[in-house]
């Protein structure tokens, strides 16, 4: 079973809740696709095993046998690529590294040349796998990236994907294993406008979701108005406490240390696994 564990923005609780659910997992892997800032592996310490270059295929201009025919600057449709005089310049940061430039050329003039985007390390602590990508400064585009933390994942098994905040491209990459989106919510009105976005993103992908509410106060919540409007199930709902953000601070699981924390979060994976059908047990919210 994967989980993809989605937050509309930055801040809001989604590494975490990813964090600790695969923590009472036991045995389990756990998938951080938030490539431009990915975070989870503090907290576990892991003993890192291997670590692997991602990289992408970029196209290489011959001058001497380009002869100006233009098809490569009409076919891209990123703009990567642009006319000057009777010379082709190329704007990686464009680039798609489709390779169409390459097949529409008619002199053999563009071939292609690697180029490193970022990194995917692997490793473990206890019985949990970790894998954690990370895009190089400077680069556009992350997906790759992510296309290879996905690969990594076993066949069976729980696995846990912290993705990325919002609703961009590379969120739509990171949840198109996913067996359950599990959305998480702060209790504020730019929270709730940035759910919407997430959830809307997941019925498009017709993925099964829920929402976890956290930093719960006893005032008006916004988060859980909304998913009482549109039928969004709510699983759990994490109190705002002033204890559980110390421990984030200093980088603990706190499902390992807090008897409190951990029985929280193994109900929440017990109510998962039995909306995804993998388990029948009691389940319920808090």
Known sequence: MKIAVLSGKGGAGKTLVAVNLAAVAQTAVY??????????????????????????????????????????????????????????LLFPELC?????????????AI????????????????????????LDVGE???????????????????????CPPGSACTVMASIQQAD???LVAEPTTFGRDNLRMVHELVRVFQKPAG????????????CQEYALQTGLPILGRIAY?????????QGVVVAWKSRKYGDLFSELLQVVRKECGHETGAGGQW
């Not at 989870?40 to 290489?60: K, N």
């Not at 556009?140 to 912290?162: F, M």
């Not at 976890?212 to 006893?218: D, E, I, M, P, T």
């Not at 406490?241 to 601070?249: C, E, H, P, V, W």
Request: one cysteine or more; hydrophobic letters at 35%; charged letters at 20%.
């Open 241 to 249: 406490d002033r204890y559980l953000a110390a421990q984030q601070a």
């Open 211 to 222: 929402l976890v509410l956290n930093k719960v106060v006893a005032a008006w919540n916004p």
């Open 96 to 108: 798609h590294a489709c390779g169409g430039c390459q097949l529409v050329c008619p002199n053999g």
């Open 111 to 134: 071939d292609e040349q690697s180029h490193r985007i970022g990194r995917v390390r692997s490793g473990d602590v206890g019985n949990l796998q970790i894998i954690t990508g990370l």
């Open 31 to 88: 998938a951080d696709c938030d490539v431009e800032e990915p975070n989870g592996h503090l907290y576990f310490q892991p003993h890192w095993r291997e670590t692997v270059s991602v990289d992408i295929r970029l196209p290489q201009i011959h001058a001497e046998r380009c002869i100006g025919c233009r098809q490569c600057v009409e076919f891209c449709r990123f703009h990567a690529l642009a006319m000057s005089g009777s010379q082709v």
């Open 140 to 162: 556009r585009s992350g997906i790759p990236i992510i296309h290879r933390v996905l690969q990594e994942l076993p066949a069976t098994g729980t696995a846990i994907i912290d």
């Open 180 to 182: 359950y989106c599990l």
